[in-house]
């Protein structure tokens, strides 16, 4: 079992591009979350999905971040006409069940936008 | 809304002190606690978790309700547990919230 895999490891973008982060969970696990972690700060939620299904997506900004977890393949993270205040270290993570489980984590995405 | 705090931002002891990373939280029903690490260039982890009440890496964890903490505790810190702590709550309601971290740089 591979981990949790995030791919790509580093991006960059600039002004006004869009950023696509994709995420692999472990074997098995249907629960995906999203954290973003900026400079100096802690990890902070954005959204919760399930197969198909976004369950949770209160910390996500309103406007250009989406998020899908499709049927088949990864989740993806969609940030579009990304500014400066984007780049942060975006963090999947995934689990077997909701609840109190243990979450795996992937080793991140570190979006820099120039 | 739950809240974790974690005072400090870093943390220096010497090799063979005790260590205390604190984390409050503020939730008003039953969260269920856990202590997340980061090392170096690796990936966040699951260090322990306050329903399991065990010991992990010397590393133990105790939720008080009263004053809403759960520190983290080892006697005799290690060079190798220089890491980034992370506390993180969760409700039943939303997926684990986290405190700000706290980076522990043990001395030799």
């Known amino acids: 079992n591979a981990g949790v895999m995030q791919n790509p490891r580093h991006l960059v973008r600039r002004r006004g591009q869009e950023a696509r982060l994709r995420c692999s969970p472990m074997?098995?696990?249907?629960?995906v979350y999203w954290y973003r972690q900026l400079p100096e700060e802690g990890l902070k939620f954005m959204v919760y999905?399930?197969?198909?299904?976004?369950?949770?997506e209160s910390g996500m900004p309103k406007e250009r971040f989406s998020a899908e977890f499709p049927k088949e393949g990864p989740s993806i993270l969609r940030i579009q006409q990304v500014v400066r205040g984007d780049s942060a270290a975006y963090f999947c993570a995934s689990s077997e069940d909701r609840g109190p489980t243990e979450a795996f984590f992937g080793q991140g995405t570190r979006l820099t936008v120039v | 809304a739950q809240r974790v705090t974690q005072p400090e931002k870093l943390l220096s002891v010497f090799k063979g002190a005790p260590v205390e990373l604190k984390c409050n939280y503020s939730?008003?029903?039953?969260?269920?606690l856990f202590w997340y690490v980061q090392y170096s260039r690796q990936r966040l982890q699951l260090l322990l978790r306050h329903i399991s009440r065990e010991s992990i890496k010397g590393f133990t964890a105790d939720l008080n309700k009263g004053e809403t903490s759960f520190h983290l505790k080892k006697p005799f810190a290690q060079e190798e547990d220089s890491a980034m702590y992370y506390c993180?709550?969760?409700?039943?309601?939303?997926?684990?919230?986290f405190g700000k971290g706290t980076r522990l740089s043990v001395i030799a």
């Open positions: 074997k098995g696990h249907s629960h």
């Open positions: 939730y008003s029903g039953s969260p269920e």
């Open positions: 993180a709550l969760f409700s039943g309601n939303t997926p684990l919230v």
């Open positions: 999905l399930q197969k198909e299904n976004i369950i949770d």
